[in-house]
């Protein structure tokens, strides 16, 4: 394929492949599809998806959540539809959210947001027509984002943007919704895991070729929440969680937010 192929497809994202089934290309549990492009290195973010829901932190602390009852509320109104910068201190960057609750731990104040722009993952084929994400650690994506960033540009644009942002790539515009165009292919023969259990959908947006070797863009649809604690110096900011709080929290945030998300009166639909 090559760029000129733009027209979003849906799929669905597997932690190993992405496979293609009656015209419509499949993968399963965009979680686990996180995990690798993070590599464990960024572990504070996790995927909200139809119930139950999953979290990108596997690892319990019994300790942790047997300790004080901690207390998960809303953002006041006066937060709602305000970005946030979520400040990856390590990386020198950032992006914006949108704060959707807050947590409160043994006194320490974390702010869960959901970020403000399209997330985003770049992917290719490998020989076992598995589709792989590229990390964003990886040298491979100081190779490719540059093309793929130019492309979107050529194919977009000003109406978008591809940002390299911290935890997910970002596609800061607006993208139209048409599912008239949506261009699925019905050649391609592959079968889908037997293993498979959870699907999640996402959209390929562009498809290109560079160095002989085809990559997709594709938006992950199910939202991605981010957490983060406020910034001492810059109260307006929220700062992403080093991996030794990651793995001191998030086991407890994601105890925390499966009970709203399976409570008809929680903070989820």
């Known amino acids: 394929k090559n760029h000129q192929d733009h027209h979003p497809k849906e799929v669905l994202f597997s932690s190993h492949f992405v496979e293609k089934k009656e015209g419509k290309m499949i993968a399963v549990a965009a979680w686990t599809l996180l995990s690798q492009l993070y590599h464990g290195v960024v572990v504070d973010a996790f995927v909200v998806a139809p119930p139950p829901g999953r979290i990108l932190h596997a690892a319990r602390s019994s300790a942790l959540l047997a300790s004080a009852m901690p207390e998960l509320q809303r953002v006041p109104a006066d937060m709602e539809g305000v970005p946030i910068p979520f400040v990856d201190i390590q990386g020198n960057s950032f992006i914006e959210c949108y704060a959707d609750s807050v947590a409160i731990v043994d006194g320490v104040e974390y702010t869960i947001g959901v970020p403000c722009d399209y997330s985003v993952a770049i992917c290719y084929f490998d020989e076992n027509e598995a589709l792989v994400p590229v990390e964003l650690d990886d040298k491979l994506m100081d190779d490719v984002f540059p093309i793929a960033e130019g492309i979107v ?11 390299r942002t911290p935890q997910t790539l970002t596609l800061v515009g607006e993208l139209e919704e048409d599912d008239d165009e949506m261009d699925f292919e019905e050649d391609d023969d592959l ?15 562009l498809s290109f070729e560079h160095r002989g070797k085809d990559f997709n863009l594709v938006r992950l649809l199910d939202p991605i929440l981010l957490v ?27 105890n925390m937010f499966l009970e709203y998300h399976n409570d008809p009166d929680g903070l989820l639909p």
């Open 153 to 163: 540009m050529e194919e977009f644009g000003e109406e978008l943007s591809l940002q």
């Open 191 to 205: 079968s889908i895991d037997d293993d498979a259990k959870d699907e999640e959908e996402v959209e390929v947006l």
């Open 228 to 254: 983060g604690k406020v910034d001492p110096s810059m109260p307006d900011n929220r700062v992403l969680l080093t991996e030794e709080e990651s793995d001191k929290i998030m086991p407890l945030l994601e």
